[in-house]
């Protein structure tokens, strides 16, 4: 009785907390806002520094994650980032004095988190909640399963549904979620600003394909197996990662051509969904290419950064990764930082 009474207050005050800052503020998102403005921004990913948690508060329970992402580049190479000869003469470039605390580079590689004085703080590379977004108003009740119930094996089905619509209503991001899992991915990994481009001379980045880049270093799919095992997802699922991550970077190449980006810009986008498009007929890749076509010519983008949305969580929520075994082939072997 005191245990439910104890959770339903978390909630409450989580909701309270949630609710006027779904979209985050902060220094930090302050430069995606920028970077998006005029651009309907529903669905981007809460990463404001007052609502971080940081991984160690993950790690009480998620020990195995948290080991995992420690050896992966999102955490290694950001320790080392600051000192590195080519980071220093970007930042140089750009007027930027502390790598990892100004927003023009700290957005990307670190995780800030705001101390009881207001002041900002980099706590670590790119970290759990920079995917799964801050947590202040889920990390407790996204781990309590009901009155007499000590593990998500004892939840309720009532249960566990309130219990996953409220997380959700408080923006993280779970694995269901994929179009906005593979969105947190997009925010970093299209890297469209030009002056860092260049100006700065910032690399433009690696082609991104999120079925791939999330099955190899970064792995850590423990929950779902149980115990220590971290199986690379189904191919089904991959399937289902892989038409949503096509969707999401059309719609990112679709926001940096709302904000100036040359139109050409999509074209990487539109040729990767016309690959798809010949291997197997799908309605929802045939919508994102017209739509893609219009903006290349010259259409409205940020109305198709909502269209092109809309298509992606469809895809995302129907799951249709089940028989589209022509897919497969086009879908690239797990992502391993010592392969490149
Ligand atoms: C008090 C323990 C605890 C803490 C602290 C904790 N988690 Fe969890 N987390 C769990 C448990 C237990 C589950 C499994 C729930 C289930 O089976 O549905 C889980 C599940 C998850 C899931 C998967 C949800 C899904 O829908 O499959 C994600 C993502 C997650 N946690 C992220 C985090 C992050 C990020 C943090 C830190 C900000 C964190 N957790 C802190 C206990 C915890
Ligand atoms: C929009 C997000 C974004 C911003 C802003 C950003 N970076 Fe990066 N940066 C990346 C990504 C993503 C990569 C990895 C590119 C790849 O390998 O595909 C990267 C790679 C690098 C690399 C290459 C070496 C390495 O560690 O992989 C350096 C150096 C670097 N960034 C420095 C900076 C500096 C300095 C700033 C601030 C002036 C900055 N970055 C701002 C996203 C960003
Ligand atoms: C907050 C920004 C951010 C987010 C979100 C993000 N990344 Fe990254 N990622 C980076 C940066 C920056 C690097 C480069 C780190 C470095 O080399 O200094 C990187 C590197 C990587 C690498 C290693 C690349 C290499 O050169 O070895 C992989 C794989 C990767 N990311 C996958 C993903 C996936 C999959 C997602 C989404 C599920 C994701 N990332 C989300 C910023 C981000
Ligand atoms: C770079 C982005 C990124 C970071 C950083 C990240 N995750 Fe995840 N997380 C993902 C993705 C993508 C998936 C789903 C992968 C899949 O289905 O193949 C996932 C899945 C999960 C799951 C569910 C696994 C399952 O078996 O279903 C949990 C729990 C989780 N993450 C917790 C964490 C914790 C805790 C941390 C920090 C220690 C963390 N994540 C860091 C992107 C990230």
Request: glycine share 10%; with cysteine; aromatic share 4%.
């Amino acid at each position: 009785m005191f245990k439910s009474r104890a959770m339903t207050t978390v909630w409450i005050s989580a909701l309270a907390v949630g609710a006027a800052v779904v979209l985050g503020g902060g220094a930090v998102t302050q430069a995606v806002a920028e970077r998006t403005a005029g651009v309907e921004t529903a669905g981007m990913i809460n990463r404001d520094p007052g609502q971080i948690a940081g991984p160690d508060a993950c790690a009480e329970c998620h020990e195995n994650e948290h080991r995992v992402w420690m050896e992966s580049a999102h955490e290694a190479d950001a320790k080392v980032l600051s000192r590195d000869p080519e980071a220093k003469r970007i930042a140089k470039v750009l007027g930027v004095r502390r790598i990892k605390t100004d927003a023009k580079c700290a957005g990307c590689h670190f995780t800030s988190k705001e101390n009881e004085s207001g002041k900002l703080r980099s706590i670590a590379g790119v970290s759990c909640e920079s995917c799964h977004s801050a947590s202040a108003s889920w990390i407790d009740p996204h781990a309590q399963f009901g009155a007499d119930a000590e593990s998500a094996e004892d939840e309720s089905a009532q249960h566990r549904a309130d219990r996953l619509s409220y997380c959700d209503s408080m923006g993280m991001v779970r694995p269901d979620r994929l179009y906005e899992l593979a969105s947190a991915c997009y925010s970093c990994h299209a890297i469209t600003d030009q002056e860092l481009i260049h100006t700065a001379g910032h690399p433009a980045g690696t082609e991104f394909e999120f079925a791939s880049w999330s099955q190899g270093d970064l792995r850590h799919n423990f929950t779902r197996a149980g115990a220590d095992a971290n199986p690379v997802s189904a191919i089904s699922r991959q399937r289902v990662m892989f038409l949503v991550g096509a969707a999401v970077r059309l719609e990112s190449a679709c926001r940096a051509v709302a904000i100036g980006a040359p139109a050409e810009t999509i074209s990487g986008a539109i040729d990767h969904l016309r690959r798809v498009d010949q291997a197997v007929t799908i309605d929802a890749v045939s919508s994102l290419i017209e739509i893609g076509e219009g903006v290349a010519s010259g259409g409205d983008a940020a109305g198709a950064v909502e269209r092109i949305r809309a298509i992606g969580v469809r895809i995302a929520a129907e799951r249709v990764g089940e028989g589209l075994d022509q897919i497969d082939a086009l879908i690239p072997g797990a992502y391993s930082s010592e392969g490149r």
